[in-house]
């Protein structure tokens, strides 16, 4: 043939063979199983980190804490990318390397794979009695008799008989097949299910949004609706899936001593032709119950109060809001914020810039008074109370700033002045030197909403669940192989008998197959043969 | 719910009790598996039905294995550590039994599933790693080393009904879900088993290491099961818990999809369990790797139960994530 007398040409080492040859070579070692092995533990390695340093998609201000506190040290943690271990590029690197091997090694195997589903079972060993399962016995009748029986016994086997050129006749069965299906159907699982989840990481996006439960709308119309908004690589905003949601109420359920039992929100949702048509459908939205709407996924994510105040300014007109304020404990609730007036009627900017007022402080659901320092003592809203300053002076509105907060170097300059303090209860007043006054009036439920877009997630799942079955087959099931001979005997009392062999081993290491080829060997060789 | 005081009391009595047989038994397994000359005796006898063991089921690579040895059905000689080991056993079933009525007893305490918090996942754990070890000692012959599983158990025990203890109380919002019975299960059950391969391996390396060198470990060594027993009750155990755990995985997955809005996002909980997944992985790599088998895939299997205590303890003490577990104070 002809590859046969090309080897025997002299081997002569071309440039262009030898860089085939380094190729052959580095894609030999990348899809060793060795290599896998050193591969699996560097991804396991290097996924560490992410559980021992804080993370900045997970948490930015943490992280930006941690870099602070350590100095150089943070920083350069910082630049060789600790912090975003999952986005790092070598962790990126590992597991693209591991997917090259993975695919490298699949390949190859799918093929074995294919081959070995076609092919009968092996030959039969030359000498049974070398097999790590062993069983000899002579049998009464002829060789046909104990084949049809073994036949008949090795039901779920695949088998294959066949004639040895002594004339002996044997059987070689084989089973577990599926072991090896398992086992390819893990492996492909896996890839799939990594690519699905990189590629949800580029179009899936996460914002956040406070809405109070007071019948106020949210509309999924693009990222200004949001407080805050994570895009996936490849979400620009634009396009997101059109969907509403109405929040109609809040409720919350405590055990006696403050331990939350339950949040639940009732809300209205459109989507799709609801939209044009304005038909909200009720949803009863709970933790662990999120609300599936347009491919997209709302959950009720927490809760927190919003003071109403109402402004009396001297020139008797009037101005009531009620702005979130943000839980500073969550064990009781007690939250801070601020509560920004514009001056009615004044339209020219400086003179606005001056009597601009500020209602800042804290809010306790249920209060408690320390001497004068306002706690709250309860998550649930039983005896609301306010501690505020009111400040009046210049907010430096124009700036982006918190909800939560006031521009703190506005006060420190002195353009902001506090010019009251006081606790109040609902439905009592302060009033101000300028005749001003503000009345607590009571308290309204926000909640914070979360709406999540991933439009691989299911595949994922897909995926998972193929691995799962895989892997289950692929560690549960023996391939195991069963061998018979049988050879005539000679005649003693003029009856035939038999001499029956059988030979067993299990290709996996895994033992337990002891006790099945004993008990095969068992029916096989046992002198009534009930197994027929 | 209200907390049924007097059923929680109970419980509590009846963990410190099992707590307290489990030590018990441990004595007695440590009398058998090192008193002097029976004890050696008690190991010769492990050799013999391992040997027997290895006749049944061993791997081609064995070569010439004798025809299999019928047995005789002849107990052999009952002497004195054999009988301490029974009693071993037999208390060490009464301990079960204790562990799982204070966890029954918990449970009815709560109306809720008892495993709320760290001190009842300990308690579960504890639980699914004696009961594992009852039936890998009635397969394999290694009644005797019972203490070395269950010291790390009472050990894990103590720390659980000390420094973790929390009173019954409902659990918060968030975990209020079927998928807790189910995933919480999982996450329980794979723990429990692989502590088990864990110190099967650690024993391994000590009794390979004595092989290579019989001056090492020259006392302990000989009264250790073969290192090819030692290492098939690693593999099996493992390969029952590593289905396990990839389900216990994908259930809180599943769950957290539900619960915080994404299936994964590298909490440390999250991240801790994956590293301790593609550790074992590499374990069951490592068995299909041309030197690897062995001493390394050994040292692996410890790697990945060393990583499983870390998620239980450093993960949920230490760190914040979003894995709480109520009533750790
Ligand atoms: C991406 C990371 C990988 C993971 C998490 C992984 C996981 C697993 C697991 C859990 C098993 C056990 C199933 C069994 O024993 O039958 C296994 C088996 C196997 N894997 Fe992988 N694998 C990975 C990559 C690879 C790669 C890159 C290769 C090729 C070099 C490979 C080749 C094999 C082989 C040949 C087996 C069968 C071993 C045996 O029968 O014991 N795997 N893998």
């Not at chain 2, 039936?135 to 269950?150: E, M, T």
């Amino acid at each position: 043939m002809i590859t046969r007398e090309k080897q025997r040409q002299p081997y002569r080492a071309t440039p262009a063979r030898r860089a085939l040859g380094f190729v052959r070579n580095t894609w030999r070692g990348l899809t060793s199983m060795r290599t896998a092995l050193i591969l699996l533990f560097l991804l396991a390695l290097a996924a560490m980190p992410g559980a021992l340093l804080p993370q900045r998609n997970l948490n930015a201000p943490k992280t930006a804490e941690y870099i602070a506190e350590y100095g150089w040290w943070g920083r350069l943690l910082d630049r060789l990318q600790f912090f975003d271990v999952y986005s790092s590029v070598w962790f990126s690197a590992i597991y693209l390397l591991l997917m090259v091997s993975l695919v490298g090694c699949l390949l190859p195997r799918s093929l074995d794979y294919v081959r070995s589903m076609r092919a009968r079972p092996v030959l039969t060993p030359r000498n049974l009695a070398r097999m790590p399962h062993y069983r000899r016995a002579e049998l009464p009748g002829g060789a046909d008799d104990v084949l049809a029986t073994a036949k008949s016994r090795l039901r779920g086997w695949r088998t294959s008989e066949r004639t040895e050129a002594e004339g002996t006749r044997t059987i070689s069965a084989e089973r577990g097949y599926l072991r090896e299906t398992g086992n390819l159907v893990f492996h492909f699982g896996m890839l799939g299910l990594i690519v699905a989840f990189a590629l949800g990481k580029m179009f899936s996006y996460e914002g956040q949004v406070i809405v109070h439960a007071d019948g106020s709308q949210f509309c999924n119309s693009g990222i200004f609706a949001y407080d805050s908004f994570n895009p996936g690589l490849r979400v620009d905003g634009t396009g997101l899936n059109p969907f509403c949601v109405k929040v109609d109420s809040f409720e919350a359920e405590y055990t006696d001593v403050g331990q939350p039992v339950s949040y639940e929100a009732d809300l209205g949702y459109q989507s799709g032709e609801d939209l044009e048509s304005g038909t909200w459908r009720p949803y009863h939205l709970e933790v662990n119950e999120p609300l599936r709407t347009a491919g997209d996924r709302v959950y009720l994510l927490g809760h927190g109060f919003a003071p109403t105040f109402t402004v009396t300014f001297p020139d008797g007109s009037v101005r009531t809001q009620s702005v979130q304020w943000r839980p500073v404990d969550q064990q009781t609730l007690l939250s801070e914020g601020a509560t920004k007036f514009d001056p009615p009627g004044v339209t020219d900017t400086a003179q606005r810039r001056e009597r601009q007022l500020a209602i800042t402080g804290l809010f306790a659901p249920t209060a408690a008074l320390q001497g004068k320092v306002l706690t709250s003592v309860d998550p649930r809203l039983t005896n609301p109370a306010v501690a505020v300053d009111v400040l009046r002076g210049d907010l430096n509105s124009d700036r982006s700033q918190s909800i939560f907060e006031v521009d703190r170097s506005m006060v420190d300059s002195g353009r902001l002045e506090r010019v009251a303090r006081e606790n109040l209860d609902v439905g009592e007043t302060i009033t101000l030197d300028d005749g001003t006054t503000v009345r607590f009036d009571g308290v309204r439920n926000w909640v914070s909403l979360q709406v999540s877009h991933d439009p691989t997630q299911g595949w994922v799942l897909g995926f998972a669940v193929a691995m799962l079955l895989g892997l289950a087959a692929s560690l549960l099931i023996k391939r195991r192989r069963l061998w018979i001979r049988v050879a005539p005997a000679a005649e003693s009392d003029g009856e035939r008998h038999t001499v029956v062999e059988v030979g067993g081993l299990a290709r996996t290491d895994q033992a337990g197959y002891g006790e099945e080829f004993t008990r095969i060997a068992g029916d096989l060789l046992s002198r009534d043969r009930k197994a027929r | 719910m209200p907390v049924n005081e007097t059923l929680s009391q109970y419980s509590d009595w009846s963990y410190t009790t099992a707590v307290a047989v489990y030590v018990l038994a441990m004595v007695f397994f440590l009398v058998e598996q090192s008193f002097g000359r029976k004890g050696r005796q008690a190991a010769a006898r492990t050799r013999e039905r391992a040997r027997e063991l290895v006749g049944a089921g061993a791997p081609a690579d064995t070569g010439t294995a004798p025809p299999p040895v019928e047995h005789t059905g002849q107990r052999p000689r009952r002497d004195r550590s054999e009988r301490l080991g029974r009693m071993g056993v037999a208390l060490t079933v009464l301990g079960v039994l204790l562990h799982a009525a204070a966890l029954l007893l918990r449970g009815l305490a709560t109306s809720r599933v008892p495993w709320g918090n760290m001190y009842e996942y300990i308690m579960i754990v504890c639980l699914i790693t004696v009961v594992t070890w009852l039936v890998v000692a009635r397969k394999f012959p290694v009644r005797h080393l019972s203490a070395f599983v269950l010291l790390p158990v009472v050990i894990l025990m103590f720390v659980g009904g000390t420094m973790l203890y929390a009173v019954a109380a409902p659990v918060q919002p968030a975990l209020q879900s079927y998928w807790l019975v189910i995933h919480v299960s999982a996450a329980a059950a794979s723990s429990g088993v692989f502590l088990v391969p864990g110190v099967a391996s650690l024993l391994y390396l000590v009794r390979e290491r004595h092989d290579r060198d019989p001056a090492a470990f020259a006392r302990f060594g000989p009264r250790l099961p073969a290192a090819d027993v030692l290492d098939r009750i690693a593999y099996r155990t493992t390969v029952f818990a590593f289905p396990v755990f990839t389900f216990g995985v994908l259930c809180g997955a599943v769950w957290a999809e539900a619960a915080w809005g994404r299936f994964w996002g590298w909490d440390p909980k999250e991240t801790v369990a994956f590293v301790a997944w593609v550790v074992y992985a590499a374990y069951l790599h490592s068995r299909a790797t041309a030197g690897w088998r062995g001493r390394r895939a050994a040292i692996i299997n410890i790697v990945g139960f060393s990583v499983t205590v870390f998620n239980l303890f450093f993960v949920n003490l230490v760190t914040t994530g979003l894995h709480s577990y109520a009533g750790v104070s």
